[in-house]
């Protein structure tokens, strides 16, 4: 495997993105490379088919940059930079790849099947799709996200 030198963490805030910062860290880490961890504002509904995007306020961009900086590695020797971009989480990450020369993205996914999956659709899966570089997807336990009581109450842990 080629030496990597960036390393594009998307991340959603959500307990499936946050999963795969361990892996991301680790990774960064052992090749001495850059963590980029990007965010992507979603556009509003209803924006697109022509019309440009409506710029983000000041106040929610910086809310949003508050809510990325936080995502920062335990150890100071990472070396990582944050981008806060508007528009499709999918294209945001493809674009991210290009123009920052990124080596391998590392996200999380939501692991939908089926119904769910065909109606909501999957970020990770249109980023695998379209990326040049490979994607490392690690899905979240069940037990992240349904309480222990519950889960034990279904037989998942």
């Known amino acids: 495997m080629s030496a990597m030198r960036k390393i594009l963490y998307p991340v959603d805030f959500s307990p499936y993105s946050e999963c795969a910062l361990g892996p991301a ?3 960064a880490k052992y090749y001495d ?3 980029l961890v990007l965010h992507a504002v979603e556009t509003p509904p209803g924006w697109g088919l022509g019309r440009p995007e409506p710029p983000l306020s000041a106040a929610m961009a910086e809310a949003e940059w508050e809510r990325l900086v936080k995502v920062w590695p335990p150890d100071p020797s990472v070396h ?6 508007q528009g499709d989480p999918a294209a945001a990450i493809l674009r991210a790849v290009q123009e920052h020369g990124c080596d391998l993205i590392v996200m999380g996914t939501h692991g939908r099947t089926g119904l769910d999956r ?4 999957s970020v990770a ?3 695998m799709r379209g990326a ?3 994607v490392l997807t690690v899905k979240v336990p069940l037990a992240v996200i349904v309480p222990t009581e519950t889960a034990s109450a279904v037989g998942a842990v």
């Open 118 to 121: 065909m109606l909501l659709g």
């Open 80 to 85: 990582v930079r944050h981008l806060l971009v």
């Open 132 to 134: 040049s570089c490979p």
């Open 25 to 27: 860290i680790w990774l």
């Open 125 to 127: 899966e249109q980023v």
């Open 33 to 35: 490379a850059e963590l």
